[in-house]
């Protein structure tokens, strides 16, 4: 689903913004109304961000990138 979230904690990771969804101020009411209406009149930019978002999100949270971050983690935490 393409999204449109408040530019605060976790939305900076998931979406870059006008590319995975659209990231505005959490007080901006009106631009938060007008980024949902502008996506449920534009089905191609609502599809293109599906995609961007998958694409982003499998890159950067996939198993193996977890992973070798949570390894890289512990390696630091232990290390002399």
Sequence with gaps: KP???SD???AKELIIDGVTGYSVHPKNHEAFALKI???LNDEDKCMSFVKAGRKHVSQKFSVEVITRQNIEFYKKLIAP
């Design 37 to 39: 209406i502008e996506l």
């Design 8 to 10: 605060i904690g976790w």
């Design 3 to 5: 999204l449109v979230s």
